[in-house]
């Protein structure tokens, strides 16, 4: 563990720019001269009456700067990548054993349906706290086929689920781009520029009318925002797994935002009753009474209908539209 | 009996996590209670009795309602005693972004809520800073992308504490926020304990300065609770 109090200020700011961070939360500025000093000099520098004013001392302030900078320094790199998770079954509702091993891996495409109450907000919990017989299921998750490192539950750099919900409010007032360029900067990645550029890209290509950089966020279409959320976390969220709370038929075009997460080598989990989407996943988890009860392999033969749902739904898209315009429906 | 401080801004949803909390405590057969501090109106205590826990209110009036807290816990910890709870829970609003009632050994949790806005985390200070647990509300209403720069505008300002994500409204992660709570140790009594930040000037021995929890260290205006 480095002696953070002891290094210089400069070096520290260039390897850590989170130190910047701490700065600003504690109200603290640095002068140029300063940069030389070690922060147990700039610590010791400062005024103990004016500190006393915010609660703080200079005691209290190394105390806190170290335990940030290892709290900072420790997480990432010591945690191994996500290949596949396995859901090892536990027990439904009327404590019958589920009978269940599944593995999934990078790049699938699951759908889990079954009805109200049956248990699939529950299924994904698990997924996302990495249960470990500890939940009402009694189920195990494991990560690369191992019991998952503690620290993996806590860590919000590791965290299992992204969640791509029905309603896709911004509450900020930024533009596309710097709206993207917030969520790249908070991840701390080098090439963010190329990051934003593809994003706004691949938005593009899902989305029924073309959006710019300069667009604010707050004045997308609803199949917009959607897209703008797809390709965004596709191509940014570090979390291995992706759920989807029914992706509305409103302006997107479902299929390539599919494809799209599934280059991005996610996991996707879709919560869904629409057989499109539930022909386009590799398998359908059937939950009933709190239990996966069955799991169906999407076969070709299933598939066949595809062409022939896609050509409902086209209708059906093509009668809306006409109702929307404000025309007469004829054939 | 478990005690945990609940604090966070106003409306971030404090109440509606520690109803879900309880809920999940209840199906363990837990009994669970509830303190409410709060400066001038607050009808929480109708919620909390309408679910059936026992609930006890503070109002602090003019005084900063975390100073009042602090010269009220020790007797709410002993009135949750003598009820036989297994987990007092307090709520308090943080009014005053200066003050925190995290107390040291006694879990702290500090609620705030994804509507905020990004800068927020690194103004609310040591009711965040000093908190075990930040639990971050609202995610429903936000997009992904926000919900991910939030928790990291978290992260930065309190690297140490663990960070959850719980709905208030369907209960999604009260559950698992039930089983980290849980490891609490048991306290009998507040007595010695110290805040875990110093309270600014004021009027009573608290805003001197004075950590310690106990009537022996409470001079000045001091505001008792009816029990
Ligand atoms: N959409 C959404 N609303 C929430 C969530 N959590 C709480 N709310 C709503 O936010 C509002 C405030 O919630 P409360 O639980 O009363 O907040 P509080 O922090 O206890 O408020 P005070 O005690 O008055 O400071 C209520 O209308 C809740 O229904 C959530 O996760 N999502
Ligand atoms: N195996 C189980 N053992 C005990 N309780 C369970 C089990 N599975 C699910 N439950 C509980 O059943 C309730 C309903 O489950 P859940 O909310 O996951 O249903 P759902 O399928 O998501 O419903 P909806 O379609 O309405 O969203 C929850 O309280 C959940 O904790
Ligand atoms: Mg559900
Ligand atoms: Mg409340
Ligand atoms: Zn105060
Ligand atoms: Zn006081």
């Known amino acids: 563990m480095k002696d953070f109090l002891s290094l210089s200020i400069a070096n520290l700011l260039n390897e850590y720019i989170f130190v910047y961070d701490f700065l600003d939360s504690y109200d603290l500025k640095l002068k140029d001269d300063e940069l030389s000093k070690s922060f147990r000099e700039f610590f010791d ?28 320094t420790a997480d990432a790199d010591t945690i191994e990548e996500l290949e596949s998770i396995t859901i090892v079954g536990g027990v439904n509702k009327y404590g019958e054993p589920e009978n269940v091993e599944l593995t999934i891996r990078k790049g699938e495409v699951i ?17 996302e706290w990495l249960a470990q017989k500890d939940t009402p299921t009694r189920r195990q998750i494991l990560i690369n086929g191992k019991v998952p490192d503690k620290k993996r539950r806590f860590s919000i750099d ?16 930024l533009t596309v781009e710097e709206f993207v360029r917030m969520h790249a900067e908070s991840r701390l990645i080098e090439n963010a520029d190329e990051k934003v550029s593809a994003i706004i890209d691949e938005a593009n290509k899902l989305a029924g009318e073309q959006f710019q950089a300069n667009t604010p966020v707050t004045s997308l279409s609803g199949g917009q925002s959607r897209a703008l959320m797809i390709a965004d976390t596709a191509i940014l969220s570090r979390s291995p797994i992706i759920l989807i709370d029914e992706i509305e038929n409103a302006g997107i075009d479902r299929k390539k935002a599919l494809e799209l997460l599934v280059k991005e080598e996610k996991i996707v989990l879709m919560a869904t009753h629409d057989p499109i989407l539930a022909l386009m996943g590799d398998r359908r988890l059937v939950i009933k009474n709190g239990g996966i009860s069955k799991i169906i392999e999407v076969s070709e033969e299933e598939r066949q209908h595809l062409p022939y749902l896609q050509a409902l739904d086209e209708k059906l898209v093509s009668l809306r539209n006409q109702i929307r315009n404000g025309e007469i429906l004829n054939e | 009996m478990k005690f945990i401080t609940i604090s966070g801004p106003p409306s971030s949803g404090k109440t509606s996590v520690i109803l879900k909390v309880i809920e999940s405590y209840k199906l363990q057969n837990q009994r669970c209670g509830v303190v409410k501090f709060d400066c001038l109106l607050t009808e929480d205590d109708k919620l909390y009795e309408t679910k ?73 200070g040591p009711m965040l800073k000093f908190a075990d647990i930040v639990v971050i509300t609202k995610g429903d209403i936000v997009s992904q992308a926000e919900r991910e720069v939030f928790a990291s505008r978290v992260k930065v300002v309190n690297p140490r504490a663990v960070i959850m994500h ?45 950590t310690r929890i106990g009537d022996a260290y409470q001079m000045g205006n001091v505001k008792k609770m009816d029990f």
């Not at chain 2, 949750?80 to 995290?102: F, K, M, T, V, Y």
Request: proline share 3%; charged share 20%; hydrophobic share 40%.
């Open chain 1, 158 to 173: 590791h965290k299992m689920v992204a969640q791509l919900s029905q309603n896709m409010n911004f509450v900020m007032d």
């Open chain 2, 52 to 124: 059936g826990i026992p609930v006890k209110k503070g109002l602090s009036g003019g005084l900063c309602p975390d100073h009042y807290f602090v010269s009220n816990v020790e007797a709410c910890v002993e009135w949750g005693i003598e009820l036989g709870l297994d987990l007092l829970i307090s709520e308090s609003a943080g009014l005053c972004n200066r003050c925190s009632p995290h107390i040291r050994g006694v879990t702290a949790v500090c609620v705030i809520d994804n509507l905020s806005g990004v800068n927020t985390p690194k103004k609310i």
């Open chain 2, 166 to 210: 719980v709905n208030g409204i369907t209960g999604q992660g009260a559950f698992e926020l039930a089983t980290v709570l849980n490891d609490t140790e048991d306290i009998d009594t507040l007595k010695g304990k110290q805040l875990r930040f110093s309270m600014p000037a004021a009027l009573c021995s608290y805003c001197l300065g004075e």
């Open chain 1, 111 to 127: 759908c889990i349906v079954g009805p109200t109450g049956s248990g699939k907000s529950r299924l994904l919990a698990d997924i």
């Open chain 1, 45 to 72: 520098s400062l005024d103990e009456d004016k500190l006393e004013e915010k609660g703080l001392s200079i005691d209290l302030l190394k105390e806190q700067f170290v335990n940030f900078m290892n709290a900072m």
